[in-house]
């Protein structure tokens, strides 16, 4: 474990972080089911609807299926491509077991899944992190079976709207995708066992204490992942 202060952050490698959502821009819809973006193009689209997703080889969080909450970051790709074949598709992301990565140089920045069995990375907004120059969230989720293809957010015209839309309506991957019906482990999401603010798990029997922040007056928790304290005391 790390600490720095001015605020302060914190990386956890133990198992108490299996309760952790990813908190900002929204909530999930159902247990760990979130709305999420992934941009594409036309082509591509009809085989992702067709066939599922396919995880990418590499990228900067690792191997998988990249997407964000934010679907700003989605328009921007594929990067490169004229935006009359650009695709963006709302999904349904069952995120499971969710590992924060919010800084460059992170020690779990690719071995999330393969050696702590994490099942998405979240990068937040604005973290700073030089790869993401945007500060637009991205997240990389390893296993595609926990992504549903829930409808077209952008298409160049109608007419591929109507086509992206039919093909969904028949998709096989229609329903019982997204691993909506799967363990996750871990606390509920429902925040049974979990501590409000910090998001980590606490049982009824060792309930965390929270505080104010001498500086700025947040109502923080010392096991918080991080705190930058907006108050020139604080830095």
Same mark, same amino acid.
């Given at each position: 474990?790390?600490?720095?202060?001015n605020?302060?952050?914190? !990386?956890?490698?133990?198992?108490?972080?299996?309760? !952790?959502?990813?908190?900002? =821009?929204?909530?999930?819809?159902d247990?760990?089911?979130?709305?999420?973006?992934h941009?594409?193009?036309?082509?591509?689209?009809?085989l992702?609807?067709?066939?599922?997703f396919?995880?990418?080889?590499?990228?900067?969080?690792?191997?998988?299926?990249?997407?964000s909450?934010?679907?700003?970051?989605?328009?921007?790709?594929?990067?490169? @491509?004229?935006?009359?074949a650009?695709?963006?598709?709302?999904?349904?992301?069952?995120v499971?077991?969710v590992k924060?990565?919010?800084?460059?140089?992170?020690?779990?920045?690719k071995?999330?899944?393969t050696?702590?069995?994490?099942?998405?990375?979240?990068?937040?907004p604005n973290? %700073?992190?030089k @790869?993401?120059?945007?500060?637009?969230?991205?997240?990389?989720?390893?296993?595609?079976?926990?992504?549903?293809? =829930?409808? !077209?957010?952008? @298409?160049?015209d109608?007419?591929v709207l @109507?086509?992206?839309r039919?093909?969904?309506?028949?998709s096989?991957h229609?329903?019982?995708?997204?691993?909506?019906?799967?363990?996750?482990?871990? %606390? =509920?999401?429902?925040?049974?066992?979990?501590?409000? !603010?910090?998001?980590?798990?606490s049982?009824?029997?060792?309930?965390?204490t929270?505080q104010?922040?001498?500086?700025?007056?947040?109502?923080?928790?010392?096991?918080?992942v991080?705190?930058?304290?907006?108050?020139?005391?604080c830095?």
């Open positions: 474990m790390s600490v720095s202060y605020g302060w952050e914190v !990386v956890y490698d133990d198992e108490s972080t299996l309760g !952790v959502e990813l908190t900002e =821009a929204q909530t999930p819809k247990g760990k089911t979130y709305t999420m973006y941009g594409t193009t036309v082509q591509t689209a009809r992702i609807i067709a066939n599922g396919r995880q990418s080889p590499d990228g900067m969080l690792g191997a998988g299926v990249y997407v909450r934010d679907q700003k970051k989605a328009e921007r790709y594929p990067l490169g @491509a004229h935006v009359a650009r695709v963006v598709l709302t999904l349904d992301v069952d499971g077991r924060r990565i919010d800084k460059d140089g992170h020690p779990m920045q071995s999330w899944h050696q702590h069995k994490y099942d998405t990375a979240w990068v937040p973290c %700073g992190m @790869a993401v120059p945007s500060g637009l969230e991205e997240d990389c989720v390893f296993d595609p079976q926990r992504i549903r293809v =829930a409808g !077209v957010a952008l @298409a160049p109608s007419i @109507a086509e992206l039919r093909l969904i309506g028949q096989p229609r329903s019982g995708g997204g691993g909506a019906g799967r363990s996750s482990g871990g %606390g =509920a999401a429902g925040g049974r066992g979990v501590c409000a !603010v910090c998001n980590r798990k049982p009824p029997s060792n309930t965390h929270l104010q922040c001498w500086g700025c007056g947040q109502k923080i928790c010392t096991f918080m991080k705190h930058v304290c907006s108050a020139s005391l830095g």
